[in-house]
């Protein structure tokens, strides 16, 4: 369930409101099958550089938009109001590439007067060149912008028509009370209702979208659509109740399989990473010798209906990700090759502790871990199992001596955008990846990592970037083998025959963007 339906303020746990959001709104660009950015609000754009180095985008919007009271039409006005907004709410930073962001992010750190806020804010590299031609102006380069268009719904156009003059607490009041058709939309759907203490949020169909999906012969758009959060869910479909559910047990996919059972590839990777500050894993060369250690088609066999085995970090479905020439000089699996280099390394006298999330998931965990405990000790590496409900705070936790505690842990990492940035950020020294790699060798191969990663976000030519990220995720996983993929998950879930088009994202969404009722059956 949402936490807000404010698309521009969102919170830090943005990811429960994506459902919401993507059904109901639309971002300039749009992703297509392939997961390449086409036309989404904009029917077309041109990108420039200043004399000073900044990235200059010109988005030309569809004249075709109207917001869902069927009157009010998109403009780029909306576009300015709703930045500005996202630039004061609570993921501010996601902003930042904007020209000018900076200085505005500083004013509200330090707690600077509205005014001088205010004043900054206009200066944001954001402007309204008349109604339908919006200028977007980037502190630097980016070759990720476009893609995180589509997705990130903070840079959503907001309804500025409908939010002029009111006070703030009119605004919260506006989003997150929906009522008399508002909040606005631009999607095939509006919120009608959201019931907190039901947890369930009612969809109706807006009939003024100019993104409704085309219908077959005899289909219709569904007029309702209710979201519930269940710990039943399945319960429920087996009744009729519901006609969509998402398999969240990777143990019931291993019996026997429904014949509506639905599978969905994500952008996401599954991957072991090393403590790197704790010996005997502080040498890069033992963390290599343990990814050669590892047979991926062994490890999922049996485990999920279909799996797709890795061992590089980008998806095969990402624009930019590694040819399969690259990917065979990254780590792979060499059992003879890591049973001779782990062959009387100092420190693996002891077992490795291994801690992984508890509880139950579409991502076979439990088996993961016992089978990468066994394929290890094939090499001669005894491994402990830690299941551990405070997961984040077991392996950020560390020892006396200063090094985390654990010694390998396990991860899921799904992308926010359809681009190899948003895999690398993770890693990057303010990245979350507590593996402690930035102190290795004086931080240099980070350093390093770095410097590749904002090279390519810079490059305009993707064959150019594709390269750059290429070596960044030779430094991350062979160089220092920080961490080792294992595979790309899938989602998998049920839906009726009298739903068509319903579907799971590649980030790992339900997506309605498609939906229609299938023709009703025809009456004896």
Same mark, same amino acid.
């Given at each position: 369930m949402p936490?807000?339906?404010?698309?521009?303020?969102? #919170? +830090? &746990?943005?990811?429960? @409101?994506?459902?919401?959001?993507?059904? =109901?709104?639309?971002?300039? =660009?749009?992703?297509?099958?392939? @997961?390449? !950015?086409?036309?989404?609000?904009?029917?077309?754009?041109?990108?420039?550089? &200043?004399?000073?180095?900044?990235?200059?985008? =010109?988005?030309?919007?569809?004249?075709?938009?109207?917001?869902?009271?069927? /009157?009010?039409?998109?403009?780029?006005?909306?576009?300015?109001?709703?930045?500005?907004?996202?630039?004061?709410g609570r993921e501010r930073g996601e902003m930042a590439d904007l020209a000018g962001a900076a200085e505005v992010l500083a004013l509200q750190e330090q707690g600077a007067p509205a005014?001088? !806020?205010?004043?900054?804010?206009?200066?944001?590299? /954001?402007? %309204?060149?008349? %109604?339908?031609?919006?200028?977007?102006?980037?502190?630097? +380069?980016?070759?990720? *912008?476009l893609a995180r268009l589509? @997705? !990130?719904?903070?840079? *959503?156009?907001?309804?500025?028509a409908d939010l002029a003059g009111r006070t703030d607490e009119q605004v919260r009041d506006y989003f997150d009370r929906p009522r008399d058709g508002r909040p606005l939309s631009l999607g095939p759907y509006r919120v009608e209702r959201w019931d907190r203490a039901g947890e369930r949020v009612r969809l109706v169909h807006n009939p003024y979208s100019a993104f409704s999906p085309p219908l077959g012969p005899g289909e219709r758009a569904a007029p309702v659509l209710t979201l519930m959060k269940s710990e039943i869910g399945s319960a429920l479909y087996e009744r009729e109740r519901v006609d969509f559910v998402f398999v969240d047990s990777a143990v019931a996919l291993q019996g026997r399989r429904?014949? #509506?059972?639905?599978?969905?590839?994500?952008?996401?990777?599954?991957?072991?990473? *090393?403590?790197?500050?704790?010996?005997?894993?502080?040498?890069?060369? !033992?963390?290599?010798?343990?990814?050669? %250690?590892?047979?991926?088609e062994a490890l999922l066999k049996g485990l999920l209906p279909a799996a797709r085995p890795s061992h590089v970090l980008l998806p095969p479905e990402l624009p930019g990700a590694a040819t399969p020439e690259e990917a065979t000089r990254l780590p792979h699996f060499e059992p003879e090759r890591a049973r001779a280099e782990l062959v009387g390394v100092p420190g693996l006298e002891r077992p490795l502790r291994l801690v992984y999330r508890a509880g139950d998931s579409f991502v076979p965990e439990v088996a993961i871990a016992e089978r990468l405990a066994a394929q290890l000790a094939e090499v001669g590496v005894r491994v402990t199992l830690d299941a551990r409900a405070d997961f984040s705070s077991e392996v950020a936790r560390r020892t006396e001596e200063g090094p985390r505690a654990y010694d390998l842990y396990l991860r899921r990492l799904g992308a926010d955008y359809a681009h190899p940035n948003t895999f690398f950020t993770l890693f990057e020294r303010t990245g979350n990846h507590q593996?402690?790699?930035? =102190?290795?060798?004086?931080?240099? +191969?980070?350093?390093? *990592?770095?410097?590749?990663?904002?090279?390519?976000?810079?490059?305009?030519?993707a064959a150019r970037a594709r390269t750059l990220y290429g070596q960044a995720q030779a430094v991350l996983l062979d160089e220092m083998a920080v961490i080792a993929p294992l595979y790309h998950p899938d989602r998998y879930f049920r839906t009726r025959d009298s739903l068509r088009g319903v579907d799971v994202d590649p980030f790992n969404f339900l997506s309605l963007r498609s939906l229609r009722l299938a023709p009703a059956p025809e009456v004896p």
């Open positions: 936490t807000t339906l404010d698309w521009n303020h969102s #919170d +830090p &746990t943005s990811w429960v @409101n994506y459902p919401i959001m993507l059904a =109901t709104q639309r971002g300039l =660009t749009t992703l297509g099958v392939d @997961n390449s !950015v086409q036309p989404g609000l904009a029917e077309r754009w041109e990108r420039s550089r &200043t004399a000073e180095g900044q990235e200059v985008y =010109t988005f030309h919007l569809r004249r075709d938009v109207l917001w869902s009271d069927g /009157v009010t039409p998109l403009s780029a006005e909306d576009f300015v109001v709703g930045w500005h907004r996202a630039l004061q005014e001088q !806020v205010r004043a900054a804010l206009a200066r944001v590299g /954001v402007e %309204a060149l008349d %109604a339908h031609t919006l200028r977007v102006t980037l502190a630097r +380069p980016r070759s990720y *912008f589509a @997705n !990130v719904y903070l840079f *959503f156009p907001a309804p500025s429904p014949k #509506d059972l639905q599978r969905e590839s994500l952008l996401s990777t599954y991957f072991l990473a *090393f403590n790197t500050e704790r010996p005997p894993l502080d040498r890069p060369e !033992v963390r290599r010798a343990l990814a050669r %250690a590892i047979d991926r593996t402690g790699w930035e =102190t290795q060798q004086g931080g240099e +191969p980070l350093a390093r *990592f770095e410097a590749l990663l904002e090279e390519a976000d810079a490059e305009p030519d």
